[in-house]
């Protein structure tokens, strides 16, 4: 369960917390941004400065127009009053009345927007004189529902205008609040006859709106001395008599009137309300005055219109610059997702493999080579990891490879209970010899291959049977089982009374006996494959056996030998730095024991032996015998065990008399489940499946006569001491 939990952490570890495709989209999204919001600003700034430039052109060229225009018109209107007033002068009087009022009918309707002529004297207002003159257009008054008595208390609202008239100012009045309607009065000073008066002209001014300029963004307006609105677009400030005195343009206008400024532009600042809200909005502000009556035309125009179109132009901008940023975003997601970081994945996976020493995986068949980026070399270069890797697991042992890249083995030595196997061809002096002399000096490869045949079969059983190769040496070969199992001991330093040693204990057996078993069964599994290798070799040596220098297949017999015991198991050799050699291996008596088994094999006619103490491990579960009244449970009869015990007796130093027991069967070997994993369409050989399993031999003698083993005269069997490092006893 830890061991489950430490993996799950280690994995976790790898976990990424920041992609690669959020950084470069993070990254590349922040240089859009930057670059896009750059070209944005500097392009609204530079344009709009210029339009900033245009517009206040504009707006002093409009206001220069209105005002000439203006002066113009109120020109116009003295020029024809004065010659009306010229013409009745000349024609006043007796039988000339008639032209008077003829030429009073035609002058009104030529100019229908003048409302009255009043020639008044300083004292009019108080007591009309003789010389006053009042001329008023009917047909305006009566179109415009008027009372020609709005112009008496006009007249007499402007005593103060009136005097200063005929001291020979010319002054604008408003006359809108009193006739109800956009109408202005100028009064000219008239000194006609000698006398000193004023010409009051009262004129609609409805027709200055297209002076004014109401269809622009600039708003022109009119305003006389005393800073009272005379003409403005929007009338209803005209009607209430709205003064400007505190209006920031007309402010700045009249402190300029010290240094003598008849016109200029000015940028200003007003507050407005807006919305409910008071806002600041600026300004350009543009003034002239006219010739006469200290009457000034201004334009003003808010930067905002101005630059309307130019924030409108950097706000689509922005909106684009969204829209790209976004798209970018996403373009760049979607790439990294499929051709970077999938692909990454691929490699992390790939690169969990080789630390979980999963060297076979399918996930490196998905590393694609044929790209000419980054990605490609690399994941070139993990797949020549896992050739190395996989070079490395053949030259030392895969499972320890994959507990080295798992990071799971421990350097250290350690006591271990483990089944040691050895086997060893017989005679293979002979067979090397017959090589040598039918290949002569291409004999090193005929045997080499030989052997690699004959090593890849007996190896794939010991793989098959989770057994690990320990070494080669010649056509030897050893094996461990239960070398890699991280099994404590410590269980035999604790207390009697302690529930966690029978426990531990029963773990431990349990594993020392399926390590057995599984020895057993590979080493078993042997026997049908060696019968298969002599059958196709017999075949192969047929089919060459007229070619010059026939190729053949030497037909073959090995002996095996398995003893179980405790080993010392670590990494063991030259430590040497990188010149250093070092091997994970197992040594000590058991070891040496197991060795000594497997050369028994030939004075004891066998082809596996086992020590007594495999046997004592096994008996009572998986064979029949006198402790377990020869049955076998039906959970253990997947294991039955058939063995014959060798009738010689032989001392073992510090074990007393001890027998080697003969492995005859497993009956209820299945041998295509068990070669299956490494060959899916495995079928078991008829002739060959005579070696084990449910046909096999029943007896040790059947063995022998399966496999062509002389049956020994065990009476005259001798081991020597000195190489057997046993005693046997006749």
């Known amino acids: 369960m830890s061991k489950k939990k430490d993996s799950t952490k280690n994995v976790n570890r790898y976990d990424v917390k920041f992609p690669i495709g959020v950084k470069l989209a993070v990254i590349i999204?922040?240089?859009?941004?930057?670059?896009?919001?750059?070209?944005?600003?500097l392009n609204s700034h530079f344009v709009g400065e210029d339009v900033k430039i245009t517009a206040e052109n504009n707006n002093l060229s409009t206001n220069t127009r209105a005002a000439s225009t203006m002066e113009d018109k109120i020109s116009t209107i003295r020029s024809n009053v004065f010659q009306l007033l010229d013409l009745l002068n000349v024609v006043s009087g007796g039988r000339q009345a008639a032209l008077a009022r003829q030429a009073e009918a035609f002058f009104f309707e030529r100019n229908q927007d003048i409302a009255s002529i009043y020639i008044l004297s300083e004292n009019s207002v108080s007591k009309p004189e003789s010389t006053d003159s009042k001329i008023l257009n009917s047909r305006f008054f009566l179109s415009n529902e008027l009372d020609t008595s709005v112009m008496e208390t006009f007249i007499q609202a402007s005593t103060s205008e009136i005097k200063r008239s005929c001291s020979g100012e010319t002054i604008a009045l408003n006359a809108s609040p009193f006739f109800g309607i956009p109408v202005m009065s100028i009064?000219?000073?008239?000194?006609?006859?000698?006398?000193?008066?004023t010409c009051i002209i009262t004129f609609s001014i409805e027709s200055i709106s297209d002076i004014l300029g109401t269809d622009s963004i600039n708003t022109t307006f009119i305003i006389n001395d005393s800073d009272e609105l005379l003409s403005h677009p929007e009338t209803d400030r005209i009607l209430r008599g709205e003064s400007l005195k505190n209006y920031p343009l007309v402010t700045a206008m009249r402190q300029n009137n010290q240094n003598n400024d008849d016109s200029r532009q000015i940028p200003f600042i007003n507050v407005e309300t807006i919305d409910g809200k008071e806002k600041k909005v600026e300004y350009y502000g543009a003034y002239e005055k006219l010739s006469f009556g200290d009457i000034v035309v201004l334009t003003t125009v808010p930067i905002s219109s101005v630059l309307e179109g130019v924030l409108t132009t950097r706000r689509n901008n922005i909106y684009l610059m969204g829209v790209v940023f976004f798209l970018s975003i996403i373009f760049i997601l979607t790439f990294s997702r499929f051709a970077i970081s999938r692909h990454l994945r691929k490699l992390t996976a790939a690169a969990e493999e080789i630390k979980l020493g999963n060297f076979e995986s399918d996930i490196f068949e998905h590393l694609h080579t044929k790209r000419k980026d980054e990605i490609g070399v690399?994941?070139?270069s993990t797949k020549d990891e896992l050739y190395s890797l996989n070079t490395f697991a053949k030259f030392t042992n895969r499972n320890v490879a994959k507990a080295i890249a798992r990071q799971e083995i421990d350097f250290n030595p350690h006591l271990k209970d483990v089944t040691i196997f050895f086997s060893d061809i017989r005679g293979f002096t002979a067979i090397s010899d017959?090589?040598?002399n039918r290949f002569g000096n291409d004999s090193p490869s005929e045997i080499i291959g030989f052997l690699n045949d004959y090593m890849s079969r007996m190896v794939n059983c010991i793989v098959l049977s989770h057994g690990n190769i320990d070494k080669f040496e010649?056509?030897?070969?050893?094996?461990v089982w239960g070398i890699m199992r991280n099994d404590s001991l410590e269980f035999e330093d604790m207390a009697d009374s302690d529930p966690r040693k029978k426990e531990l204990q029963k773990i431990h057996d349990d594993h020392v006996m399926e390590d057995a078993t599984n020895a057993i069964r590979g080493t078993i599994a042997m026997r049908y494959a060696l019968m298969k290798y002599n059958k196709e070799a017999e075949a192969f040596t047929k089919a060459h056996e007229n070619e010059p220098k026939a190729k053949y297949k030497p037909h073959i017999r090995i002996g095996s030998g398995l003893n179980t015991g405790r080993a010392t198991c670590g990494l063991m050799g030259a430590d040497m730095g990188k010149d250093g050699k070092m091997e994970y291996t197992a040594i000590g008596d058991a070891v040496n024991f197991a060795s000594r088994t497997e050369s028994s094999n030939k004075p004891c006619g066998t082809d596996i032996l086992i020590t007594e103490d495999t046997y004592s491990l096994l008996k009572k579960r998986f064979i029949k015998?006198?402790?377990?009244?020869?049955?076998?449970?039906?959970?253990?009869?997947?294991?039955?065990?058939?063995?014959?015990?060798?009738?010689?007796?032989?001392?073992?130093?510090?074990k007393g008399t001890q027998h080697f027991y003969g492995v005859v069967n497993m009956p209820q070997f299945d041998i295509e489940e068990f070669f299956k994993p490494n060959e899916p369409d495995f079928k078991a050989d008829p002739d060959c499946a005579r070696a084990l399993g449910p046909n096999g031999p029943k007896t040790l003698n059947e063995v022998r006569n399966l496999l062509g083993i002389p049956i020994p005269e065990f009476e005259k069997v001798n081991l020597n001491e000195e190489e057997n490092k046993i005693q046997v006893k006749q």
Not at 630 to 649: G, M, R, S, Y
Request: proline share 2%.
């Open 29 to 41: 999204g922040f240089i859009v941004l930057v670059s896009l919001g750059t070209v944005t600003y």
């Open 187 to 197: 009064l000219f000073s008239y000194k006609e006859n000698g006398l000193d008066q």
């Open 378 to 380: 690399l994941n070139q």
């Open 434 to 436: 017959g090589f040598k």
């Open 474 to 479: 010649g056509d030897a070969i050893m094996a």
């Open 625 to 654: 015998c006198q402790e377990n009244n020869f049955t076998i449970a039906d959970a253990d009869k997947a294991n039955e065990l058939i063995v014959e015990q060798i009738p010689v007796e032989f001392e073992v130093k510090g």
